[in-house]
């Protein structure tokens, strides 16, 4: 069964800074690895996916890095905001239609 | 209104009853997930459905049942509610071709359960 393996569990960054998660996974023969964003008291939202065809993906201050070898993929916020105060969830592809997250990351941005 | 709800968003009940949690979503999606959430543990897929009266276990079925006899809505019932079952619930569903993205996920606002 697939696991996701997701750290760290908190993070403090000053406003400005570069916040940076990481997640590894299992073998998966499908190819979508998205991570997700939930504010207090909401669902989670899709905030940016890619597809390990290109090791990099990047919208706006959000990159996602892809290393298909060592099966991990990480996250990282450019010029973190406080509005960026969110859980982060990572997910790799169980099925072409089920995902497994990871335990989330609390990140929390300081002014 | 469009989009993914759940009802009720917050429920306390006690040991032993029976809770049904609601999904209803306007999209035609095919696919519903129900989840749910607990610190340390992210979010754990409960059960699935791929399609009206096509349903499948996830990681965490024990004490829970689901139908889907409309696209539209995929309850969530614990036949017999126990204190470990106290959580967040998020209802989820995803199209055929989702979006740009191919696989998205529309999550739900969530429901809170309490189990005394």
């Given at each position: 069964?697939?696991?996701?393996k ?43 996916a890619?597809?390990?065809?290109v ?18 993929f ?10 960026d105060?969110?859980?982060?969830f990572?997910?790799?592809p169980r099925?072409?239609?089920?995902l ?12 | 209104?469009?989009g ?21 979503q ?10 749910r ?12 459905s ?6 499948d276990?996830?990681?965490?079925p ?8 409309k ?15 106290t959580?967040?619930?998020f209802?989820?569903?995803?199209g ?21």
């Amino acid at each position: 069964q697939q696991q996701v393996k997701q750290s760290p569990q908190s993070l403090i960054v000053q406003k400005g800074g570069i916040s940076i998660i990481n997640c590894a996974y299992e073998n998966t023969a499908f190819d979508y690895f998205p991570w997700y964003q939930q504010f207090p008291g909401k669902g989670p939202a899709l905030l940016i996916a890619i597809r390990p065809d290109v090791s990099e993906k990047k919208e706006g201050r959000f990159t996602i890095s892809f290393n298909k070898s060592a099966k991990q993929f990480s996250l990282h916020i450019m010029d973190s905001q406080p509005g960026d105060s969110a859980t982060y969830f990572c997910a790799a592809p169980r099925t072409a239609s089920k995902l497994t997250f990871g335990t989330g990351t609390r990140l929390q941005v300081t002014l | 209104d469009a989009g993914i709800t759940q009802s009720p968003r917050y429920k306390i009940t006690e040991t032993g009853r029976q809770v049904t949690l609601m999904c209803h979503q306007t999209w035609s999606h095919s696919y519903m997930f129900w989840y749910r959430q607990d610190l340390g543990h992210g979010l754990r897929l409960i059960y699935y459905s791929a399609a009206a009266d096509i349903t499948d276990k996830g990681e965490v079925p024990d004490g829970y049942v689901v139908s889907r006899s409309k696209t539209e809505n995929f309850p969530l019932t614990l036949e017999s509610a126990t204190r470990s079952q106290t959580s967040v619930y998020f209802c989820a569903s995803m199209g055929l071709q989702s979006t740009l993205y191919g696989n998205e996920q529309f999550f739900g606002p969530g429901t809170r359960l309490t189990v005394l």
